[in-house]
């Protein structure tokens, strides 16, 4: 049988796709890439954009297409088997990569092509690949270069022995809870875990650390002592505090080398640190910058954030008699402070919201504000549970999409979107590549043949998953680098994210894509009414808490010495900036995947600053909704084009005020959370 990652007639065979398929397609895969790279480079060859792309652009999209799907495999799908391949395979990979961005004659081959020649996207994916070649190492020259490019190796290495750790630590932990100590947590989550234990033929209920289980028991279940076991669990994942055998999982080590790594990188490309590196592509100026946005964000905040918890002591102490809370009873004190105070719980909330409800209310929005439709499509698959679909205008394929809901195991943990491919316009065939998209999420499986029930923030994270995947999927950019989120600046990538999330709290929105499990009533308006009354309940500390991971993740690549321990510093950032520090053993750096195996190293803040773009963009929805309430198709018409349609087409900043006529503003971010003085 032909191998299956050397298939590029359509879209990739996950169905098809072994372990054993990696390394003779990466040796091929590699090979043409090689060849490509020599052919261009000659001496001969022209220095034209449309030359070089026809030759190399499209051996290396066929090494990045079969490489992304490896990878996609390893991340929802990983088997020790595919886990061996993929790291065998990785060196490689990684050293091609590496040595492909720092080629000095290639960098020449660019700078020697003539800009007045390109089109204005060509212009702007070249101008962006000189950039790149910079930061690449493609200045550097003999040990200074040799050494650039292990330092590459080795933190690709790192950062999946990192996730690795992260994932392993997190399956390896079970505790079979008896129905008593199961007190108070939802009838839902109970049924799962007592499947989940009979299942391996043992008595009593399977509790793990995945979110669809871990969350619940840490906010409904009234035994302190189980929430104190599941709490230290998770907070010392794969860290030097984990209890026994778990302890091997430890990140400590590979934090140090990754931290010590990139001030290595940094230095070789003449900066004092990675911060400064990693904003070059940015729209922010400087880590300065940064740092003085977060540290002004959080002295708004901070009042907002005091009260939150002057409310929940109060309410622990006069009403549950709990006068000195820990950190595993925070959770927990929040549920019941909401329910007290807008009385309703976030379970009673999840009943109206069943999974193929709330997808169909989610591409009903997509459909009406961007003027396109989704149908159901069919491609192989990796799992029996992914669904496929196509987006169309006009009777026209726009993009596509995998859709993977269910946490399981080897699945890697949290919500993320990813490209299959990119739209181009191909330059070896001359045809149209439409761009195929991959969302992935880890929620609750139905349980007794119901359907899956969302909680409110899952509903959150499907909407902002979707916004990455449609500024992905509705680009009409035609130049690969420069199409959908390719050089799209990093800290302006979650705007789309992050602007689809408002409509999560609209009564119009809602009360279409909700649907009571058991009667199929939609969401009653006086509970809808509650939520809202609710919505920015605590966002003061939930402020804070994200400023405090970005606030260390940039001091942690600019201030921090890497040959010092680091638990230092995140004690200092979070005595500047938590209002409820958490307790010494607390270990979040070392699942902090986003800074060490994600791509958000001193980008972190990125959330936060795109969140200041997407709430201002939002408002322009207010600004201009109907006497109904609805969006105007108008504003959402100059949305799309201005924003998802221009993809990086242009720098993120052109775009936003060719939408909103204007620089972006912190008000309508502090009005929406509640914070406007």
Excluded at 2 to 23: E, G, H, W, Y
Excluded at 248 to 274: H, K, M, T, V
Excluded at 420 to 433: I, K, N, S, Y
Excluded at 486 to 491: A, L, Q
Aim: with cysteine.
């Amino acid at each position: 049988m032909s191998n299956a990652l050397l298939d590029f007639s359509d879209l990739p065979q996950f169905d098809r796709i072994t372990p054993d398929d990696v390394a003779p397609a990466v040796d091929v895969l590699l090979e043409k890439a090689n060849a490509a790279l020599e052919t261009v480079t000659a001496a001969d060859f022209p220095a034209r954009w449309d030359a070089i792309a026809k030759v190399l652009d499209v051996a290396t999209e066929h090494l990045g297409t079969a490489w992304g799907a490896i990878s996609h495999l390893n991340s929802v799908a990983d088997t020790p088997e595919l886990r061996a391949a993929y790291n065998a395979a990785l060196p490689r990979v990684t050293e091609f990569w590496t040595r492909l961005g720092a080629d000095e004659r290639l960098y020449a081959k660019y700078k020697a092509i003539d800009p007045s020649t390109l089109s204005p996207e060509q212009r702007q994916a070249h101008k962006n690949a000189v950039r790149n070649f910079v930061l690449s190492g493609a200045e550097l020259t003999g040990a200074a270069k040799e050494r650039f490019a292990q330092i590459q190796e080795r933190q690709a290495e790192l950062s999946q022995k990192f996730s690795e750790n992260a994932l392993d630590a997190t399956d390896a932990f079970a505790y079979y809870a008896t129905a008593e100590e199961l007190d108070g947590v939802p009838a839902d989550v109970q049924q799962t875990a007592l499947a989940a234990a009979q299942a391996e033929g043992k008595s009593g209920y399977k509790l793990t650390l995945k979110m669809p289980c871990y969350l619940p028991v840490m906010q409904f279940a009234t035994h302190s002592a189980l929430r104190e076991m599941m709490y230290r669990a998770y907070v010392t994942r794969a860290s030097d505090q984990a209890e026994g055998e778990a302890r091997r999982f430890d990140n400590s080590a590979l934090i140090r080398e990754i931290l010590a790594l990139r001030r290595e990188e940094a230095q070789l490309l003449g900066y004092d640190n990675f911060g400064q590196v990693s904003v070059v592509p940015k729209m922010a100026q400087s880590p300065d910058e940064v740092i003085s946005f977060l540290r002004d964000l959080a002295r708004r905040a901070r009042p907002y954030a005091e009260k939150d918890v002057a409310d929940l002591r109060g309410f622990a102490a006069s009403q549950i008699g709990l006068n000195d809370p820990q950190a595993w009873d925070w959770p927990f004190l929040a549920e019941k402070l909401k329910e007290a105070r807008y009385s309703f719980s976030e379970q009673e909330v999840k009943q109206y919201f069943t999974a193929p409800k709330v997808l169909a209310g989610l591409f009903k929005i997509i459909e009406t504000l961007f003027e396109v439709s989704i149908r159901r499509d069919s491609a192989p698959v990796w799992n029996a549970a992914v669904e496929f679909y196509r987006i169309e205008r006009d009777g026209q394929l726009v993009g596509q999409f995998y859709l993977d809901q269910p946490a399981r195991t080897g699945k890697r943990g949290g919500a993320w979107m990813d490209d299959v491919r990119t739209r181009w316009l191909r330059p070896d065939t001359g045809a149209l590549q439409t761009p195929v998209a991959h969302l992935v999420c880890n929620f609750a499986e139905g349980v007794d043949g119901k359907p899956p029930l969302l909680t409110h923030d899952d509903v959150i994270t499907l909407f902002h998953e979707f916004g990455h995947g449609l500024h992905h999927m509705l680009t009409q950019v035609n130049e690969r680098d420069v199409s959908g989120i390719s050089g799209v600046e990093w800290d302006a990538v979650e705007l789309p994210s992050q602007f689809m999330e408002n409509f999560c709290w609209e009564w119009d929105v809602l009360r279409n894509m909700t649907a009571h499990v058991d009667t199929g009533a939609p969401l009653p308006r006086a509970l809808f009414d509650k939520m809202i009354a609710a919505k920015n309940f605590q966002s003061g500390m939930g402020t804070l808490r994200q400023i405090e991971f970005a606030l260390f993740d940039m001091l942690l690549h600019t201030d921090h010495d890497p040959a010092q321990d680091f638990m230092p510093l995140l004690a200092e950032v979070r005595s500047e900036v938590s209002v409820l520090p958490p307790p010494s053993f607390s270990r979040t750096a070392h699942t902090f995947s986003h800074i060490f195996a994600g791509g958000y190293a001193a980008g972190y803040y990125s959330y936060k600053w795109a969140e200041v773009l997407s709430a201002d963009a939002y408002a322009a929805f207010e600004e201009t909704a109907g006497s109904d309430g609805l969006a105007s198709i108008e504003t959402g018409r100059r949305y799309r084009q201005a924003i998802l349609e221009a993809g990086g087409s242009r720098p993120a900043m052109e775009s936003f005020k060719a939408f909103r006529g204007r620089e972006p503003s912190l008000e309508a971010l502090l009005r929406h959370q509640g914070m406007a003085d």
